[in-house]
């Protein structure tokens, strides 16, 4: 073995923990149930949703939905976007009325999301919004992340704060409710009207978001895909050893 | 992590062999029995190898080639302009590292440096002491272009860290107070096309620029919001009419405590039990309440955020400044006018 041989590989492994920063993620699994489109009008479904709500919701929306002083918001307008999407995340109903909506595993089964959803539709608002990611550009959808969403969700959607609340990971959330999300603003998020973003941008961001469940990790490892912080550490403990073992390598020590 | 040990473990066998192979092939070559007594380097001769010194000398032409390229790439400005800088600056110190340690290995004759002078007085001593100083370098046969590379390399290198020290002071000139903001520029959005007050409903948050000026001034973007105009507390001599119509409010973008990019806001979807709309910044969470003149609420920021005062075109709903900001833009300095508090 030549001395250069040793040293090289020294140099590469040096050069491959400093750029081996990303891997597999841990599968998200996708949960969260698929709403289907927002054509649920059947009068048989409103009554029973009018139903579960005055039992289930009525406490702070009040029994006809106009919401309650001090407790919760009128729901007038709301629209199925805002109630699909409250009740098939499990953000609602809430314990008590001045917590932080999180996810959750959905209270309600599919059926009973899709009846309150058409109850709460027939109060007037947006319907579903209809979002198709494979049809949106994952390059745009990146760009309109970085640019709308990232300041609080991070660049690969794993969430961060906001003062005064938490931006969720959005690597459960479906196409559907990424979309709605973006037009509803739920909790503290801000809105984003058509003008803002359009239907193909929209389209490009639940492509991207979907992405973000298992991004491609070219350089190896994720380290939990949330930044710089991680990312260093491993850099500098990997990095630095490989350092001193090139030092080590290239000096001598005097025998005595 | 199991890769990770694997590499490690690796890494480790690789060195502990090649040392002992790298020992054993040393003594071989001079001549020392396997196990030998003095692998001192300071004994080990090292003749003049001109092909080690051309080396070197390239490697020192490489490094300063790499710190003029440092400096041209921080004045001209090149696509993925701060990767070919980082690919200067990292090559430029690898040649410069590689050069010394060829020189280090095989250019600077290894000597046992032990030297006995009882006085200096006698004339014969201190001839023999210039004459071994001398000889000192012998070893070296092209002296002439290792110091002339090396120069090189020391101007190069030099320029290169001296170069950056020009970010260090921008002439800022008046652009702090000198926006590019008169009473009548025109809203846009980043492609230039006007911004409608419609544009702007409750709950959203759009960014705004002044028509005509570059993206890259500092002055130009704004953050544009929309509050019920019944919750507005804005400060004394702002009246809403001027700069606030429709419940519309346009603040600088330009955090004032380290200049980052206010690209966050917060607005709450039912008022009752959630903290109430805020204006944020992603990099240290300095918090503003746009409802009461952008107010710092939270956060290491010193001062409010510059409010711009709005107008909306009656006849095409475009939304125009109404003049300038209430305050100096941008982060906290020395004497910055601390007005719009």
């Known amino acids: 073995m030549t001395r250069a041989v040793p040293l090289a590989l020294a140099i590469v492994c040096g ?7 990303a891997g597999k993620p841990p599968s998200a699994p996708a949960q969260a149930p698929p709403s289907a489109g927002g054509r649920v009008a059947v009068n048989g479904l409103v009554d029973s949703g009018r139903t579960l709500f005055q039992q289930t919701c009525s406490s702070c929306h009040g029994l006809d939905g106009r919401g309650r002083q001090g ?38 089964t599919h059926a009973q999301i899709r009846a309150l959803t058409a109850y709460v539709a027939t109060l007037g608002g947006p319907p579903i919004p209809r979002v198709d990611a494979a049809a949106g550009s994952i390059a745009l959808g990146q760009e309109s992340f970085a640019e709308h969403c990232a300041g609080c ?45 359009g239907q193909h941008e929209l389209n490009s961001l639940a492509r991207y978001v979907g992405f973000t469940k298992s991004p491609d990790d070219l350089g190896g490892w994720s380290i939990g895909n949330i930044g710089p912080i991680p990312e260093g550490m491993v850099g500098w ?6 350092l001193l073992v090139v030092a080590v390598l290239i000096g001598e020590r005097v025998r005595r | 992590m199991r890769s990770l040990g694997r590499m490690l473990g690796f890494v480790l066998a690789a060195i502990l062999g090649w040392r002992r192979s790298a020992q054993r092939h040393a003594e071989e070559l ?29 490697l020192l032409l490489l490094t300063g080639a790499c710190g003029v390229a440092v400096v041209v790439l921080l004045i001209v400005e090149v696509a993925n302009g701060t990767q070919w800088l980082g690919l200067a600056f990292g090559l430029g110190f690898g ?61 190069g290198i030099g320029g290169a860290l001296i170069a950056p020290a020009a970010s260090l002071g921008p002439n800022v000139a008046n652009r702090i107070d000198d926006t590019p903001w008169r009473r009548g520029t025109r809203v846009v959005d980043a492609r230039g096309r006007a911004i409608l007050a419609a544009d702007v409903v409750q709950g959203t948050f759009v960014t705004g620029y002044a028509e005509g000026a570059s993206v890259r001034d500092v002055g130009s973007p704004i953050v544009l919001v929309r509050l019920d105009p019944s919750v507005l507390r804005l400060p004394a001599g702002r009246p809403l009419a001027e700069w606030a119509p ?33 204006l944020v910044c992603p990099c240290h969470y300095s918090t503003f309440d746009p409802a009461r003149g952008a107010k710092v609420i939270f956060g290491p920021a010193g001062r409010s955020l510059p409010q711009l005062p709005l107008a909306i075109d009656a006849a095409t709903g475009e939304l125009r400044a109404n003049g300038g900001f209430s305050g100096s833009i941008g982060p906290a300095w020395l004497d910055v006018d601390r007005g719009g508090q």
């Open chain 1, 15 to 21: 050069a491959l923990a400093i750029w081996d920063l």
């Open chain 1, 71 to 108: 407790r919760g918001p009128s729901l007038i307008g709301a629209g199925a976007q805002a109630a699909d999407f409250y009740l098939s995340t499990g953000r609602m109903p809430l314990a008590d009325p001045s917590d932080a909506p999180v996810r959750t595993k959905p209270q309600f």
């Open chain 1, 153 to 197: 969700h991070q660049i690969l959607g794993r969430g961060g704060i906001v003062v005064g609340g938490i931006a969720p990971p959005l690597q459960q959330a479906t196409s559907t409710q990424v979309a709605e999300a973006v037009r509803i603003g739920p909790y503290l998020m801000p809105r984003f009207t058509r003008a803002q973003i």
């Open chain 1, 237 to 242: 403990f990997l990095g630095l050893a490989s």
């Open chain 2, 30 to 58: 001079e001549g020392i029995p396997p196990g030998g007594r003095d692998v001192d380097p300071r004994r080990r001769h090292v003749p003049a190898d001109p092909r080690a010194e051309l080396l070197v000398a390239l």
């Open chain 2, 95 to 155: 040649a410069l590292a590689a050069a010394l340690i060829v020189a280090g290995k095989r250019v600077v004759p290894q000597e046992l440096a032990v030297e006995e002078r009882p006085k200096f007085t006698d004339p014969e001593a201190v001839n023999e002491t210039v004459e071994m100083v001398r000889e000192g370098g012998e070893g070296i046969s092209r002296r002439g272009l290792l110091a002339g590379a090396a120069g090189v390399a020391a101007v």
């Open chain 2, 246 to 278: 429709q419940g519309l409010l346009a603040y600088s973008k330009i955090c004032t405590h380290a200049a980052c990019a206010i690209s966050l806001y917060r607005y709450p979807s039912f008022r009752a039990t959630q903290p109430r709309p805020a």
